[in-house]
């Protein structure tokens, strides 16, 4: 039977697409994993200057990976203290993308200087790997689909 022959390859394919999403995250993780890095000595190094003077960075970029639809989320979000009622960690605020996936300049007129440079070049690597992160996770999502209804027949065939 055709089904037959085509499982090995549904079942390869579902496993190419998740390793295909695992490699993204993995290199969407190291570009905001190096954003943090310089983000946090250009912050630290605003400490010296007098407190009018400094200009501190506010936003930075998240990276996730959903467990249950496996796909992952790349979203900037602002670190700016809040000055309203108790003091508490701040766990940052999402930005959200004005257009389709990405992120606007524009959307960050609050950044300083240095900050809105680093946004923009990380932006641009983003930007690939949003389009190919959702490509992969509807191939993923469609094989996984098809691999649980295929899951189904075989156990109605087998309680007939």
């Given at each position: 039977?055709?089904?037959d022959e085509l499982t090995p ?69 602002s670190y700016a203290p809040s ?43 983003f930007k690939l790997l949003r ?30």
């Open positions: 039977m055709i089904k390859l549904v079942r390869g394919s579902h496993d190419q697409a998740k390793e295909a999403l695992h490699e993204l995250y993995q290199r969407a993780k190291k570009i905001c994993d190096d954003y943090w890095s310089v983000f946090r000595e250009n912050n630290l190094s605003q400490y010296n200057i007098p407190s009018g003077q400094r200009l501190i960075g506010r936003f930075g970029p998240n990276v996730q990976l959903h467990k249950l639809n496996e796909k992952v989320y790349i979203e900037w979000r000055r309203t009622g108790k003091r508490e960690k701040i766990h940052g605020v999402r930005v959200r993308p004005r257009r389709g996936l990405n992120y606007l300049p524009s959307q960050f007129i609050k950044a300083t200087p240095w900050e809105l440079k680093m946004i923009v070049e990380a932006e641009e690597k389009q190919l992160i959702e490509i992969f996770h509807a191939v993923n999502k469609g094989l996984k689909k098809y691999r649980l209804l295929e899951s189904e027949e075989i156990r109605e065939g087998e309680s007939q």
